[in-house]
Nanobody
C-alpha cells in the first residue's frame, strides 16, 4: 500500500520561506512521479511541482517558477519542496501526490494523480 506523509506547512509572512517534505512508502519500484498539488478556497486545484523519481525530470507551474524548487532524497524516499519568496496567493492546502503511471510533466499538466497524502496548510500573510 502506497502511503504519502506530508509535513512542513505553516504560517509565514510574504517574502518568507517554507519547506515541505513528503515521505513515500509502499512503491515496488523507483519508476513513479511524486510532487505537490495545492487547492485554495474557491480556486481550482493546481499542480505546483512534480519530479520523476527515476530520472529527476521536473515540472513547475508557471506561477512558482524561479521561487519553488523540488528535490528528492532517494535514500530516504522523501521529496522536498523549497518555497522561497512566498506570496499571499500561495496560500492553500498543499497535497503530496504520486503516480506510478505518469511522468512528472504529465502529472503536472493534467493535475491528476493516483495517490494522495493528507494536506498541509500553507498560509502567507501580507
Amino acid at each position: 500500500e502506497v502511503q504519502l506523509q506530508a509535513s512542513g506547512g505553516g504560517l509565514v509572512q510574504a517574502g518568507g520561506s517554507l519547506r515541505l517534505s513528503c515521505a513515500a512508502s509502499g512503491f515496488t519500484s523507483d519508476d513513479y512521479a511524486i510532487g505537490w498539488f495545492r487547492q485554495a478556497p474557491g480556486k481550482e486545484r493546481e499542480a505546483v511541482s512534480c519530479i520523476t523519481n527515476s530520472d529527476g525530470t521536473t515540472y513547475y507551474a508557471d506561477s512558482v517558477k524561479g521561487r519553488f524548487t523540488i528535490s528528492s532524497d532517494n535514500a530516504k524516499n522523501t521529496v522536498y519542496l523549497q518555497m522561497n519568496n512566498l506570496k499571499p496567493e500561495d496560500t492553500a492546502v498543499y497535497y503530496c501526490v504520486a503516480d506510478s503511471m505518469l511522468p512528472a510533466r504529465a502529472m503536472g499538466v493534467s493535475a491528476s494523480a493516483h495517490y494522495w497524502g493528507h494536506g498541509t496548510q500553507v498560509t502567507v500573510s501580507s
